[in-house]
């Protein structure tokens, strides 16, 4: 099997989240956010205290979509740029991970 592969572009809907664990550490580190044909890639840990973002699978974003929240205590992130827009971390960003798109869909981390 290809570690490096995530999943189908298809498999994040817009406006939705994925996270993902590509070295099999029993939990995501990564996670994986579309904003229409945008994707992007961040590292799943919150730079305020270093904690995985979402209280439960795959809950990284809030009710509405539109920013990326971590559940501790309760920072919004920009989906696109990951910078902090409100909370105890304001200014600072998630860790970008390099992603790519395949010819054949497939989502992968860049190497
Ligand atoms: S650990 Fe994310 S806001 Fe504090």
Same mark, same amino acid.
Do not use: K
């Given at each position: 099997?290809? !570690?490096?592969? &995530?999943?189908?572009?298809?498999?994040?809907?817009?406006? +939705?989240?994925?996270?993902?664990?590509?070295?099999? #550490?029993?939990?995501?580190?990564?996670? $994986? =956010?579309?904003?229409?044909?945008? /994707?992007?890639?961040?590292?799943? +840990?919150?730079?305020?205290?270093?904690?995985? &973002?979402?209280?439960?699978?795959?809950?990284? *974003?809030? !009710?509405?979509?539109?920013?990326? $929240?971590?559940? !501790?205590?309760?920072? /919004?992130?920009?989906? *696109? #740029?990951?910078?902090? #827009? /409100?909370?105890?971390?304001?200014? @600072?960003? &998630? #860790?970008?991970?390099?992603?790519? =798109?395949? %010819? @054949?869909? %497939?989502?992968?981390?860049?190497?």
């Amino acid at each position: 099997m290809d !570690a490096t592969r &995530l999943c189908h572009a298809n498999d994040v809907p817009d406006g +939705a989240a994925r996270g993902f664990d590509p070295q099999g #550490t029993g939990q995501a580190t990564v996670f $994986v =956010v579309r904003q229409g044909t945008q /994707l992007r890639a961040w590292r799943d +840990a919150c730079p305020h205290h270093g904690t995985p &973002l979402p209280w439960r699978r795959d809950a990284y *974003l809030d !009710a509405a979509g539109r920013h990326i $929240v971590c559940a !501790a205590h309760g920072a /919004l992130f920009d989906p *696109l #740029t990951g910078v902090c #827009t /409100l909370g105890p971390c304001l200014g @600072d960003a &998630l #860790t970008p991970v390099a992603i790519e =798109v395949h %010819s @054949d869909g %497939s989502l992968r981390l860049a190497p």
